[in-house]
């Protein structure tokens, strides 16, 4: 008998079969570049035996799977473009600025963990975003010893960059997250995201970066003279390589 005050998702994964199962279609199916990692928090282990052959598969939580399907539900296009939409062409705008998906992310660790995983993936085909030395590992996002973790900085930032536009009305987290970023882009940040962005260790590398490498001014590039002093770290390590 199914309970009326249960979705039906619930109800599916009162049975372990269907649990099972569609943890496993998440942990294996192909999303293109949006790849699905899910925490050791958020998994535990199932032992099947068959002739004498012993298969061990890793089951993602319940509650965990309740949260992502309940995001998908509430917010269908945008999960799909996330997911599925061409590699430099996201409308990142139109997903970070809708606080039912942003709020869905943060209370999801196998969105977050994934979205991290996502983010350095793209850092594998272009050097726009900085990942610090460590930060190569999605794991690492979801921890923080202060109790909040990076990829919450970061999607809180993200939420916060979605709403801002340049001088020239192109919106900003696009052209950053698109690898498209002009120095009018960077000049016209607000403090509120400024602010933010500094209490995350992948924008403030990746905002240092830009600063201290030439940008794009129309037909020019623009080049800053940054004192030895005001650099915070020097020779900061990277997953790449090393910064200033």
Not at 113 to 123: E, L, P, V, W
Not at 190 to 203: C, D, G, M, P, R
């Amino acid at each position: 008998k199914i309970d009326s005050n249960q979705t039906l998702v619930q109800s599916l994964l009162e049975s372990d079969l269907l649990h099972y199962f569609i943890s496993t279609v998440l942990m294996e199916t192909n999303f293109g570049d949006f790849k699905i990692y899910a925490a050791e928090e958020i998994i535990y282990e199932v032992k099947e035996v068959n002739n004498e052959q012993e298969k061990i598969y890793k089951i993602i939580q319940k509650e965990e799977i309740l949260n992502v399907v309940d995001t998908i539900v509430k917010n269908p296009d945008l999960v799909v473009e996330l997911m599925f939409g061409e590699k430099n062409n996201i409308d990142y705008a139109k997903i970070f600025s809708n606080n039912s998906l942003v709020k869905g992310i943060k209370n999801s660790i196998l969105l977050k963990g994934s979205i991290a995983n996502f983010i350095i993936s793209m850092t594998e085909d272009e050097d726009m975003i900085v990942l610090p030395e460590g930060y190569g590992h999605p794991e690492n996002w979801l921890t923080n010893a202060s109790g909040h973790s990076e990829i919450d900085i970061l999607v809180d930032a993200l939420n916060i960059l979605a709403f801002e536009k340049d001088s020239s009305g192109n919106s900003t987290i696009n052209l950053l997250l698109n690898a498209d970023i002009k120095l009018n882009s960077i000049m016209d940040l607000s403090n509120e995201f400024v602010s933010t962005a500094y209490t995350s260790n992948v924008l403030k590398y990746t905002i240092s970066n830009l600063i201290t490498n030439d940008i794009e001014n129309g037909d020019e590039k623009i080049s800053f003279t940054i004192p030895y002093a005001s650099l915070e770290i020097k020779g900061a390590p990277t997953t790449k390589d090393n910064l200033f």
